[in-house]
């Protein structure tokens, strides 16, 4: 009781007015090591994921990659111009030496101001790069987090260590909130590429969902296909289909179907509380 301890260290007419708690930041995994090996492990995957198909990724989305090669191959030699001259001056020279051959080359107008279509694909070019190649390892992480916890049981998380080490059974309303982060167009861009990951709007929900349920089943002692479960999941609280969800997870339309019936089985209200609900309307 804190107004309490108040009035014993100030008097009885100490009040509180206003009370703040300080708390550190929500986060999934609380061991700062744990976390650290698998940001550099989930880097270092896409770094390499990029490294083999940006030329490929970038030439499909700007309008003229041409140009911009082209402007790169010309930024190198100016950058590599070698004069008898350091520092500021050395620089000067080199921008300077950039604008002529820029001109030269028709990428820039007499006045060194650059072509607006190759000026249009720089600025797309860093937009992929600022706002799609940096948000892929995060999105990454959180889908593999988020598949399993779907396609695991509250009793195996529990019990056994799983791919993330330190990550609880369950997660919070604070620590769920997280999984709202996955990008759309990195995960576009992912799944161009043969990776199984979906853009789920709302991953929050779902997985709050998916706890709240295993809450119901504790001690019926259910037999549940857990990877069907989680697709089943998916299909029931996204406007991803059945098809789709039963693909991602490897498993057939069949066993789909029969976690779904379980899972509206067991979201649906009893007797008791089907009375009580029209009690209180």
């Not at 937009?127 to 959180?142: C, E, G």
């Not at 059974?169 to 759309?184: A, E, I, W």
Request: aromatic share 8%; hydrophobic share 35%.
């Amino acid at each position: 009781d804190y107004e309490e301890k108040l009035k014993q260290e100030y008097g009885p007419h100490a009040r509180i007015e206003f009370i703040q708690f300080h708390r550190r930041k929500s986060t999934i995994i609380n061991d700062r090591h744990i976390r650290t090996a698998l940001a550099l492990g989930y880097s270092g995957f896409v770094q390499d994921f990029i490294a083999k198909r940006e030329n490929e990724i970038l030439k499909k989305r700007l309008k003229k990659p041409q140009l911009v090669k082209r402007y790169d191959e010309i930024l190198e030699e100016a950058k590599e111009y070698s004069l008898p001259f350091t520092g500021e001056e050395l620089e000067e020279i080199r921008k300077r030496r950039l604008r002529n051959l820029l001109i030269q080359e028709g990428l820039a107008d007499k006045d060194g101001n650059l072509r607006p279509d190759l000026k249009s694909d720089l600025e797309l070019r860093e937009k992929i790069i600022k706002d799609i190649f940096s948000k892929i390892p995060i999105t990454l992480i959180l889908w593999d987090i988020t598949c399993y916890y779907l396609t695991t049981s509250y009793d195996r998380r529990s019990k056994y260590a799983g791919p993330f080490p330190g990550l609880g059974p369950v997660l919070d309303r604070r620590q769920s909130k997280t999984f709202n982060k996955m990008d759309r167009e990195a995960v576009k861009l992912l799944r161009e590429y043969g990776e199984k990951i979906f853009y789920i709007k709302n991953l929050q929900k779902l997985l709050l969902k998916k706890f709240e349920i295993e809450e119901k089943i504790k001690g019926l002692h259910m037999k549940i296909n857990q990877r069907a479960f989680g697709a089943a999941i998916i299909n029931l609280e996204s406007d991803i289909d059945e098809k789709a969800c039963a693909n991602i997870f490897s498993i057939t339309l069949n066993e789909l179907k029969k976690e779904k019936e379980n899972i509206k089985a067991l979201t649906k209200p009893t007797n008791k509380a089907r009375l009580f609900m029209e009690m209180i309307k």
